[in-house]
């Protein structure tokens, strides 16, 4: 990367990293809630078949 | 039941508004990233690395959204002590703490280009590292309490004190000399690119709004586990069911 004649020459490798970490941090929490999601409402459907006792 | 908590948890509901929202807040936030890589011209100063404003912004717009809503709800546990408000604070936190992470990551690789450094101690930076060890540090009182009552009141008191520090980092560039920029409007952006800073900033807001809605789902289920009353052991189960022991 080099400075020069007032404007920032190139950096497409930092503008990558970005986006990389960007789509890698956002991709991952949404697969985290769907997984967590799709767990959660497998043990509730569990719980609700349960035979109540009163 | 009656009480609303145990409301749209089981297993036959399905957030498909959720899922909807999650999937075109992807799909938003793709075309933005487009358009903002490929489309939009250099520009005048920073040349190509500008760019990373175009999802920098956008992360950092939504993280103290997510906090502010968690903040909201930890405001309205406190005054009301309705578990939902504590179903909602965790999942506000924990998407701000996410995106936190992430706006601490694009600034570093902003900085290195631009100011020679990957981190610089200057106010905005150090204000919103703060925030972000705030907030985890709610998201870990959360995990190590079990009793529900004293977790859900102890975060939302805490969130509360940490709260204060969203409008420190976002007047941090006016208060004190900052090495970051001050904040932007429409008239200081120029018109090619306010379409990829738009469409990425609606895209994460969508995408926000479903996964709280999810999050929030999740905690409501855990929430549920936690408060129902324990079933009866097995023997005391037959006693009872054929009327004897009594």
């Not at chain 2, 995408?207 to 999740?218: E, H, K, V």
Request: hydrophobic letters at 50%; glycine letters at 8%.
């Amino acid at each position: 990367m080099n400075v020069g004649s007032g404007m920032i020459a190139g950096g497409w490798e930092f503008v990558t990293a970005a986006y990389v970490v960007t789509a890698v941090v956002i991709g991952s929490y949404v697969i985290s809630v769907l997984t967590r999601f799709s767990k959660e409402r497998a043990a509730a459907r569990r719980r609700d078949s349960r035979p109540e006792v009163n | 039941m009656a009480d609303p908590l145990f409301e749209n948890t089981g297993s036959e509901s399905r957030p498909t508004v959720a899922f909807a929202l999650v999937a075109i807040g992807l799909a938003t936030m793709l075309y933005g990233s487009y358009v903002g890589l490929f489309v939009a011209p250099p520009e005048k100063f920073m040349g190509e690395v500008y760019r990373i404003l175009f999802v920098h912004v956008p992360t950092a717009w939504n993280a103290l959204l997510a906090l502010t809503f968690a903040f909201a709800s930890a405001l309205m546990f406190l005054f009301k002590g309705d578990w939902r408000w504590d179903a909602r604070l965790e999942a506000g936190i924990e998407f701000g703490v996410v995106l936190s992470f992430l706006l601490c990551c694009q600034g570093a690789i902003w900085a290195k280009p631009t100011w020679g450094v990957w981190w610089d101690w200057d106010p905005r930076l150090t204000t919103t590292a703060v925030l972000l060890a705030a907030f985890l540090g709610i998201l870990a009182l959360r995990k190590f309490v079990d009793d529900p009552v004293k977790r859900a009141t102890w975060s939302s008191v805490a969130t509360v004190i940490a709260y204060v520090d969203v409008p420190i980092v976002y007047f941090s560039v006016k208060w004190w000399n900052s090495l970051h920029q001050m904040q932007s409007n429409p008239n200081t952006v120029s018109p090619e690119f306010h379409l990829p800073l738009r469409m990425n900033a609606i895209g994460l807001l969508l995408l926000l709004i479903g996964l709280i809605t999810l999050r929030t789902r999740i905690a409501k289920m855990r929430l549920r586990e936690e408060l129902a009353p324990p079933l009866p052991a097995p023997s005391a189960a037959v006693d009872y069911a054929t009327g004897g022991g009594r």
